[in-house]
């Protein structure tokens, strides 16, 4: 079996996730995204990054999308 993985077009990767990042920062969900933030340990630097909600069989998962 074979997977085959398309890359995202140009308005994908410039418009749209960019739009989407801006928005999700500012507090408003697109299909189900959020900003997890903690604080490192040593550093005490905040680190943020977009996940979203996933549930599946009813259990809520957290997935990083963009790695």
Do not use: C
Not at 1 to 8: E, I
Not at 47 to 66: E, M
Request: aromatic share 8%; hydrophobic share 35%.
């Amino acid at each position: 079996m074979s997977t085959h993985v398309q890359k995202p077009g140009w308005f994908t990767v410039n418009v749209l996730n960019r739009t989407v990042s801006w928005m999700t920062r500012r507090g408003i969900s697109i299909w189900g995204s959020r900003v997890l933030a903690v604080r490192g340990r040593k550093s005490g630097e905040w680190r943020r990054t977009p996940v979203n909600l996933l549930t599946l069989d009813g259990k809520q998962y957290l997935v990083a999308p963009r790695g």
